[in-house]
Nanobody, 124 residues
Framework: QVQLVESGGGLVQAGGSLRLSCAFSGRTFSRYGMGWFRQAPGKEREFVSAISWGGASTTYADSVKGRFTISRDNVKNTVYLQMNSLNTEDTAVYSC?????????????????WGPGTQVTVSS
């Protein structure tokens, strides 16, 4: 069974940076595409970023493009989300997810496994 555990969330001022990590265990990490999603209070969960099995392909939501960078380390079985130039609209619970789909997936229904999430709060 795949298990995902996020870390790295916290409180940061607007304009600051955070790096989220998601530790993967239970299966062969390099055979899973990975994604990050977020959910703000009172809002639906939204796609943030995704990365392919080997890390060669990535995609981002327009709202984070140019500010966030997704990466993965298939030796450490970890996916990262580097978040720069944070603003208050980035405040949310961030969750990582894993999928066996070979194509980059931007919709949550395509992900089979989810972590519990980590809170990111950006203050003005």
């Amino acid at each position: 069974q795949v298990q995902l555990v996020e870390s790295g969330g916290g409180l940061v001022q607007a304009g600051g940076s955070l790096r989220l990590s998601c530790a993967f265990s239970g299966r062969t990490f390099s055979r899973y595409g990975m994604g990050w999603f977020r959910q703000a209070p009172g809002k639906e969960r939204e796609f943030v970023s995704a990365i392919s099995w080997g890390g060669a392909s990535t995609t981002y939501a327009d709202s984070v493009k140019g500010r966030f960078t997704i990466s993965r380390d298939n030796v450490k079985n970890t996916v990262y989300l580097q978040m720069n130039s944070l603003n208050t609209e980035d405040t949310a619970v961030y969750s990582c997810a894993a999928t066996t789909n070979t194509l980059l997936s931007t919709t949550s229904i395509r992900y089979q496994y989810w972590g519990p999430g980590t809170q990111v709060t950006v203050s003005s």
